[in-house]
């Protein structure tokens, strides 16, 4: 028995939880833009409070737990002592995202987007992530003798890099580290964002190896990515323009992975319940990769900032990227799997990103008319609410049969 047997059902209990309780709340977030007048039925829980709820527990609970449960496969040891531990941290985890909602619906929040944690609530995820890494760095030690000195090196790197993350979130939740709004940044630069997405493809390359899916080595992978990280640290970090040549010069070094992370991966064997959303990911990420460079682009980006275009984007790269990889790592830990939801939540999802980047785009030729609620305005409201529906169902769904 190892431990994707003992360990992915419960694993997929929590973050098909987490998905539902997050798709909720943003189905009623979804309702409220249509009939602000709902408002009214939850008393002083406006939609102010409720969106630190969907925002976070789509990221640290959904987004997150998934490649929680990779580094548990490749670290934890596959017996009962395992499977309890990593059901405590996983409680623990679970317990953490619950009382943040208890407090951001309670007004208790930092007002900084994905570090809402504040007051009593700051300490909860940073204690919920040291208690899994303590059952990582456990289940490190005790199966330090199964590799050599090379992945003892690695092991013991990667914890040593994970280790300093929960103080770095507590730190940075902080009001005092920086404003909600700086008003001395004109935003993301095509050097951070290249730097952001190296690190989101270096998590993507290490994914194979966490879940020990059969495959050949590509050294031309990791070469490719120290190529685009020196591209990273040539580009200049300041407050740099969106017009710069060497901006967007930067951003472009990402364009190339578009068949590259593709090649990549498809180099192994993926169980078949997995490689439907797999491929769905090469979708999205291609998509997310061209649309992520002409937004940034000069008119582009005066354009659809502030926008509808923008929240259509984060879907794009959450609910179609994030979604379409983390259902490839659940259907491959657990090694099988129902293909039930995919169409569902593929096709909402396809409507939902292209309604608001259409309202987006519409919305900077007429800002008031999504104000006033025009009647386009309403339309594509509705029509993202029946999305967002769809999405919900899908998660439903998937919820119900972690427990089969």
């Known amino acids: 028995m190892n431990v994707t047997a003992v360990f992915s059902r419960t694993l997929e209990r929590h ?13 009623w977030l979804a309702a409220l833009l249509l009939w602000p007048a709902l408002g009214g039925l939850a008393g002083p829980f406006g939609y102010g409070r409720w969106m630190p709820l969907h925002l976070n527990w789509q990221l640290y609970g959904w987004c997150a737990l998934p490649l929680a449960g990779a580094l548990a496969a490749w670290l934890v040891t ?31 929040t930092s007002g900084k987007l994905f570090l809402d944690w504040h007051g009593w609530a ?5 204690l919920a992530m040291l208690v899994l890494w303590s059952v990582l760095a456990l289940h490190a030690w005790l199966r330090r003798g199964e590799h050599g000195p090379m992945g003892r090196a690695i092991r013991g790197g990667l914890l040593l890099v994970l280790l300093a993350v929960p103080s770095l979130l507590f730190w940075a939740e902080g009001r005092e ?13 095509g050097a951070s964002l290249l730097g952001s997405t190296l690190a989101i493809l270096v998590v993507f390359g290490a994914l194979p190896a ?15 990515l120290a190529v685009g990280a020196g591209v990273f640290m040539a580009a200049d970090h300041g407050d740099a323009s969106h017009h710069a040549t060497g901006q967007i010069v930067a951003l472009a070094a990402l364009l190339p992975w578009l068949g590259l992370l593709p090649a990549y991966l498809r180099g192994f064997a993926w169980h078949a319940s997995a490689r439907p959303w797999l491929h769905a990911s090469f979708v999205w990420w291609a998509v997310l990769v061209v649309t992520g460079f002409l937004t940034f682009l000069p008119g582009w980006s005066e354009r659809l900032k502030f926008t509808n275009a923008l929240v259509a984007h984060a879907h794009l790269a959450m609910a179609g990227l994030v979604t379409s990889l983390n259902l490839t790592i659940l259907r491959q830990l657990r090694g099988g799997g129902s293909c039930r939801g995919f169409w569902l939540w593929q096709s909402g999802c396809a409507v939902h990103v292209a309604v608001l980047a259409v309202l987006g785009w519409r919305e900077a030729e007429d800002p008031a008319a999504l104000f006033l609620g025009d009647g386009f305005s309403q339309a594509a409201y509705a029509l993202r609410l029946g999305a967002g529906g769809a999405m919900l169902l899908a998660s439903v769904q998937w919820w119900k049969e972690s427990g089969a």
């Open 177 to 189: 580290v920086y404003p909600a709004v700086n008003p001395h940044s004109g935003g993301a630069t």
């Open 15 to 27: 973050a098909f939880g987490w998905l539902v309780a997050a798709n909720a709340v943003g189905v």
């Open 210 to 224: 966490f879940l020990r899916v059969p495959g050949r080595a590509a050294w031309w992978y990791w070469a490719a």
């Open 122 to 126: 700051r300490p909860l995820l940073p």
């Open 78 to 108: 596959p017996d009962a002592a395992g499977r309890w531990h990593l059901r405590l941290a996983l409680g623990a985890w679970s317990a953490a995202l619950a009382l943040g909602g208890v407090s951001w619906l309670a007004g208790v």
